[in-house]
């Protein structure tokens, strides 16, 4: 039976950073929910070299950035969405949001924030502009005024049975982009994992060349790395998946000044598969079973070797079906 209350037949203007593709699946399971969606990149500046100017310089596309945004207006102004989702929201300045709330006078502006907002320069000024403001960061959430919690999701890709053989590839995996300390922790792990004759499948992936020799420069943990042991090519969320299947434990490092859980985190929910993490807040959580989670200190890593052996304990049905794509949807929106 339909709920009353649904996406089925809405518009939707919907902005997100390029993640993985993430944004596309979004966008898909919308449709499937009978949304009508437009899908824009949030961001006006893609490239990780100039991303890493803006750093540096942080008004040096202020000029693009505002013809970016105005040209999407132009394109749309004669639609009349239900709905403007925007994720992160780190690029569409105060002034850019007016014109769309002039423009779209009767929808409901909804923001996602799947980075936490010390991350995010401004972004607390701009809440006054949303109707709606989630947040995945439980401790923002707990101090930030109006601010909701909602966890992110997993694709339906990742939606698997807990397996009962213990055929596995691998004993460790670890995918993702390589940023802050991670580098640093999963040379660790790859010691311990070479000490016990755990097998360890990494696939570290950097935005650019750029990127890389920007490490070695200011990163001491890159200084005698070949560039070899990085990849440059993002990888499908299917070749991911199967990766996962393939192996017991899956390593999760969040970004140090990040407390909200990653969405890696919440996929392993979906795939009910083993997670090794360093961040303690995962304690908080209703699907936290330490049979299944191990939390790790970054600065001192001690994985017992009884977590490998031990089986995956199922959690309960409705705490699973809560960290779905489309419960994240229905959350966000109705």
Known sequence: ME?????????????????????????SKMQEMGAIVDLYDGRSVTKARDRALMKIFPNIFNNRTIEYFN?????????????????????????????????????????????SIKNIKGISEKFGYFHRVFSFDK????????????????????KKEVKTDNNYKYDFCFCGTIHADRFKIIKKIFGICNEKKYRFYTYCYLQSNFIYYFYKITKSEFRL?????????????????????????????????????TMRTIEMVGMNKKLVTTNQEIKKYDFYNPENILVIDRENIVIPDAFLLTEYQSIDPEIYKNYSLENWINDIFI
């Open 3 to 27: 709920k009353e209350h649904s996406i089925k037949g809405k518009k939707i203007l919907f902005f997100s950073p390029a993640f993985f593709d993430y944004e596309s699946k979004i966008k």
């Open 71 to 115: 040209n999407i207006l132009k394109e749309n102004k004669d639609k009349n969405y239900d709905y403007i989702f925007i994720v992160k929201c780190d690029m569409m300045s105060k002034e850019i949001l007016e014109e769309y709330h002039k423009t779209f006078p009767n929808a409901i502006f909804c923001l996602y924030l799947w980075d």
């Open 139 to 158: 401790k923002d959430v707990e101090k930030t005024q109006n601010l909701q919690f909602r966890p992110l999701f997993y694709l339906d890709i990742y």
């Open 225 to 261: 790395i070949p560039k070899e042991v990085f990849s440059f090519t993002k990888l499908s969320s299917q070749i991911i998946s199967d990766l996962v299947d393939d192996s017991r434990v899956i390593l999760d490092i969040q970004h140090p000044k990040q407390s909200g859980l």
